[in-house]
């Protein structure tokens, strides 16, 4: 059915489905005004929306819930392959699970600036990545020890191992 739908008419639908999403968490669940699919072959096979306060979990954001949902579904830890559709850009902590997840492309409707414009404000978090550890606000302190430095060595030396 879907061979037949223009490529917006596709991105327009999935873009809908985050959308209707966020606003279902939103009005059902008290989340934030956010939502995400994962897609794949033309097909829905992940889906979230903000849980953070329902779950009392910081990291309850859509596109994490979707991009476990879509593992789940597809049972495999990454997501070559997939295209995920949000309701807004992404924050530096979903920024990074969608890099580690292997996504190939992301489209978004909101922008962090508007999402700034309405109390969530993640600008703070960009602006402190390409900082010093030292001149971080969250004091960050190395404290290296040789159990971890083996423990990275039992990793590198595995032959079993699967990489990621």
Same mark, same amino acid.
């Given at each position: 059915? $879907?061979?037949?739908?223009? &490529?917006?008419?596709?991105?327009?639908?999935?873009?809908?489905?985050?959308?209707?999403?966020? #606003?279902?968490?939103?009005?059902?669940?008290?989340? +934030?005004?956010?939502?995400?699919?994962? @897609?794949?072959?033309?097909?829905? @096979?992940? %889906? +979230?929306?903000?849980?953070? $306060?329902?779950?009392?979990?910081? $990291?309850?954001?859509?596109?994490?819930?979707?991009?476990?949902?879509?593992?789940?579904?597809?049972? #495999? /830890? &990454? =997501?070559? +392959?997939?295209?995920?559709? !949000?309701?807004?850009?992404?924050?530096?902590?979903?920024?990074?699970?969608?890099?580690?997840?292997? =996504?190939? #492309?992301?489209?978004?409707?909101? !922008?962090?600036?508007?999402?700034? +414009?309405?109390? /969530?404000?993640?600008?703070?978090?960009?602006?402190?990545?390409?900082?010093? =550890?030292?001149? %971080?606000?969250?004091?960050?302190?190395?404290?290296? $020890?040789?159990?971890?430095?083996?423990?990275?060595? &039992?990793?590198?030396?595995?032959?079993?191992?699967?990489?990621?």
């Amino acid at each position: 059915m $879907t061979d037949h739908v223009d &490529e917006p008419q596709l991105h327009a639908r999935w873009m809908n489905e985050a959308i209707a999403l966020a #606003r279902t968490g939103m009005r059902e669940h008290g989340g +934030g005004p956010f939502g995400a699919v994962v @897609v794949f072959n033309n097909e829905i @096979v992940g %889906r +979230g929306w903000n849980q953070v $306060t329902h779950l009392l979990d910081p $990291t309850a954001h859509a596109e994490v819930i979707a991009i476990r949902d879509a593992c789940q579904e597809l049972k #495999r /830890f &990454e =997501l070559r +392959g997939c295209v995920l559709y !949000t309701s807004c850009e992404p924050c530096p902590m979903c920024l990074s699970a969608i890099y580690w997840s292997r =996504l190939d #492309r992301v489209y978004f409707a909101s !922008t962090r600036k508007d999402a700034a +414009g309405i109390g /969530f404000d993640d600008d703070f978090i960009y602006q402190q990545i390409p900082l010093e =550890l030292t001149a %971080r606000s969250l004091p960050m302190i190395q404290l290296p $020890t040789a159990a971890a430095a083996d423990l990275f060595a &039992e990793w590198a030396a595995n032959p079993d191992k699967i990489p990621y």
